[in-house]
């Protein structure tokens, strides 16, 4: 199973040591992902879509938890 390691949009990579907790850093795995549909199909999606998708995950998942705690 692997581990992202979100870094902000132009933070220096993890290109020489890897991450402390032994993750890899999003612009390792991007050549391994793929769009699935569209005009784009077959290609690596860019690492600013992948930042979005991860944040747009996360915030998500927040939601949820935070239901999960209002309901009795």
Do not use: C, F, W
């Amino acid at each position: 199973m692997r581990h992202l390691v979100a870094q902000p949009p132009g933070a220096a990579p993890y290109a020489r040591t890897p991450p402390p907790h032994g993750g890899e850093t999003v612009e390792q795995i991007q050549p391994d992902l793929l769009i699935p549909t569209g005009r784009r199909k077959g290609q690596n999606p860019s690492l600013s879509s992948i930042y979005r998708a991860l944040a747009e995950h996360e915030k998500t998942q927040t939601y949820i938890r935070e239901q999960g705690q209002l309901r009795p």
